[in-house]
C-alpha cells in the first residue's frame, strides 16, 4: 500500500499549483475533515464531531478566491442549506454565481471517521469519482491515517498531508527531539516517558537543572486538545517531610487509565513555564510537495478547561513582542520536517513568559501534524481578504486597501439558552446587528460550527477587523446580538 501511496502522491504538487488564484485551469478540492484519532479524543468531543467537521466548511470560501476551484465538502452529517448559503453569500457578488460547491454527507450510523465511512462505501467513492471527472483533484484532510490512505487510493486522489508512517513525528517525545535538531529552545524535561519512576526521576531532574520550577506538564505521546495533559504543582513538594516520597504519591495517584496510556505509547515530562506575564501562542506553517516551508500565520490560543490546556479560540496576529521569533523557529522546524518527508500544514505550540517588563523566553512545546484551532479562523481571512502575512513583522496586509487585519475566534461561544436555535435566525440576528462580514470593508464577524445550536446551544465566529482592538470590540457584540433571540 506505501508504493502505491507515494505512486499516487505524484499527483499532488500538479494539483496544487493550479489551486491559486488567477489560475483558469478547472480542479477540484475535496475537503474532508475527518477527524481520525484516539477513542479517547473522541469521547472527550462525544457528539459534538459533526459540528467540529462543519468548520470546515470554510473551504467554500476559496471559490470566491479561485473561481477555477469546484469545492466537494464532505462531513459526516449534511449541514443546513441555510448555512451552505450563508457562505456562499459571503464570497464577493461579481464571483458568487460562478462558485461551484458540492456538499455531500456520509453517515452509516457507525462512529468511523469520514474517511472511513468512504472507504467502505464503493457506492460513495463512485459518486465522488463522477463529480471529480478526470479533473485534476487533492483531498484537504484533517489528519492523515492510514484510514485516509486507504481512502485517497480508493479514490485515485491525492492528499495535501503526511503520510502515516510519518505521523509520529507529531508526537511530543520526537517533537521534543525536533526541535533540539532545529535549534529550537524547548522546556527542561523527558521524553520517551512510560512509567511511573521514568516520571519520578524526570520530576527530580527537571527540579536539579531548575530549582525554581513550581509545575511540570505530564503528557501522553499521541494526544491533542489537551486530551492526556496533566499539571502537577510542585511547590507543596518543598515543605513535605520528604519530598521524593510526596511526589511518588502524586503520581500514584493518577488514574489507572492515564498510566496504562503512558505505560502504552509513552509521554513527556516537562517544566510548566511559568511568569509574571505568560502566553501560549502558535505558528501554523505549510509544507509544499518542493520541500519549500512557509510560515502562514502566528496566533496567539485562548486556553481554558481545569488546568487551562484546553483550546478555547484564538487571536491573531500574535504579541509583536515575539511573533517574528515564533516565524523564525517554525520555519526551522519546519525546514526539518520537509527533510524528514512531511506535507501540507501544521502547527507549532509554544509558550512564552516573561518576569516584569524583562524580554520574552519562548519555548517550543508541540508539534501537531494536521489541522487544528486556528486552520478555519486563518481560511476566513486568506479567503476573505485576499492578502500577505510579513513573518518578520508579525502582520497582515489585504491586497484590497494594504491595510493590516486581525481577528479573533472562538470554537465555544455557548449558551445553554440558545440550544434548538435555527441557525439562519442566528445568521439574521448577527446580520440585523450589523456585524456581519462584508467585502466593502474586508472587516466584520464569520460564523461557524452552526450546527452545534441543535447539539448544546454553542457555536464559533471569527470576528476580523483592521486592528486587534477592532477584532475584539466586534466579538464582544456578538454574545448579545444573539441574546436577543432568547430574550
Not at 475527518?34 to 462525544?46: G, K, N, R, T
Not at 466537494?72 to 453569500?89: A, E, G, H, W
Not at 513550581?214 to 495533559?229: E, P, R, W
Request: proline letters at 7%; one cysteine or more; a negative charge.
Amino acid at each position: 500500500m506505501a508504493d502505491a501511496f507515494d505512486q499516487l502522491q505524484r499527483k499532488l504538487d500538479p494539483a496544487l499549483r493550479v489551486n491559486r488564484a488567477g489560475s483558469t485551469v478547472d480542479h477540484v478540492l475535496v475537503s474532508l475533515p475527518s477527524f481520525s484519532v484516539s477513542e479517547s479524543i473522541l469521547s472527550h468531543y462525544a457528539d459534538r464531531i459533526p459540528s467540529l467537521e462543519h468548520r470546515y466548511l470554510m473551504a467554500v470560501l476559496i471559490a470566491g478566491r479561485i473561481p477555477a476551484c469546484e469545492i466537494l465538502f464532505v462531513s459526516t452529517k449534511r449541514p443546513d442549506q441555510v448555512v451552505v448559503d450563508y457562505y456562499i453569500s459571503l464570497i464577493p457578488a461579481d464571483r458568487r454565481a460562478s462558485a461551484r460547491v458540492q456538499v455531500l454527507a456520509i453517515d452509516d450510523g457507525t462512529t468511523n471517521s469520514v474517511a472511513g465511512k468512504i472507504a467502505a462505501d464503493p457506492a460513495f467513492q463512485a459518486r465522488i469519482r463522477e463529480l471529480i471527472a478526470g479533473r485534476p483533484a487533492f483531498i484537504e484532510p484533517w489528519n492523515v491515517t492510514e484510514t485516509e490512505q486507504e481512502m485517497a487510493l480508493a479514490l485515485g486522489i491525492p492528499v495535501n498531508g503526511t503520510r502515516p508512517d510519518l505521523r509520529p513525528l507529531g508526537f511530543k517525545s520526537a517533537g521534543r527531539r525536533l526541535f533540539r535538531q532545529a535549534g529550537v529552545p524547548l522546556p527542561e524535561g523527558r521524553e520517551d516517558v512510560h512509567t511511573l519512576s521514568d516520571a519520578e526521576d524526570a520530576v527530580l531532574e527537571v527540579l536539579a537543572r531548575r530549582p525554581g520550577a513550581t509545575g511540570v506538564v505530564i503528557k501522553h505521546d499521541d494526544s491533542g486538545a489537551g486530551d492526556g495533559n496533566v499539571v502537577l504543582d510542585l511547590e507543596p513538594m518543598a515543605d513535605a517531610p520528604n519530598p521524593v516520597a510526596w511526589l511518588r504519591s502524586q503520581l500514584e495517584a493518577l488514574p489507572d487509565w492515564y498510566r496504562a496510556d503512558l505505560a502504552a505509547q509513552g509521554g513527556v515530562v516537562e517544566e510548566r513555564v511559568a511568569g509574571t506575564r505568560f502566553s501560549s501562542p502558535s505558528a501554523q506553517v505549510d509544507i509544499r510537495p518542493d520541500g519549500s516551508v512557509q510560515v502562514l500565520a502566528t496566533h496567539e490560543q485562548v486556553l481554558g478547561g481545569p488546568s487551562n490546556q484546553v483550546y478555547l479560540g484564538c487571536r491573531f496576529p500574535a504579541d509583536p513582542g515575539y511573533a517574528p521569533e515564533l516565524a523564525r523557529h517554525a520555519h526551522a522546524i519546519g525546514l526539518e520536517l520537509a527533510r524528514a518527508g512531511a506535507l501540507g500544514r501544521f502547527a507549532v505550540d509554544f509558550v512564552c513568559a516573561a518576569d516584569g517588563d524583562g524580554p520574552w523566553r519562548v519555548y517550543a512545546i508541540e508539534v501537531n501534524l494536521r489541522k487544528g484551532g486556528t486552520t478555519h479562523p486563518y481560511a476566513a481571512l486568506r479567503n476573505l481578504v485576499p492578502g500577505r502575512y510579513e513573518p518578520d513583522a508579525g502582520r497582515w496586509t489585504a491586497n484590497m486597501d494594504g491595510r493590516t487585519r486581525a481577528y479573533s475566534a472562538t470554537d465555544n461561544l455557548l449558551d445553554p439558552r440558545w440550544t434548538g436555535l435555527d441557525p439562519g435566525a442566528v445568521i439574521n440576528a448577527v446580520r440585523d446587528a450589523g456585524l456581519e462580514f462584508t467585502d466593502a470593508t474586508g472587516t466584520g464577524v464569520v460564523l461557524y460550527m452552526l450546527s452545534g445550536l441543535g447539539i448544546d446551544g454553542r457555536l464559533g465566529f471569527v470576528a476580523i477587523g483592521y486592528t486587534p482592538e477592532d477584532a475584539e470590540a466586534l466579538a464582544a457584540r456578538v454574545r448579545g446580538a444573539i441574546d436577543g433571540l432568547v430574550a
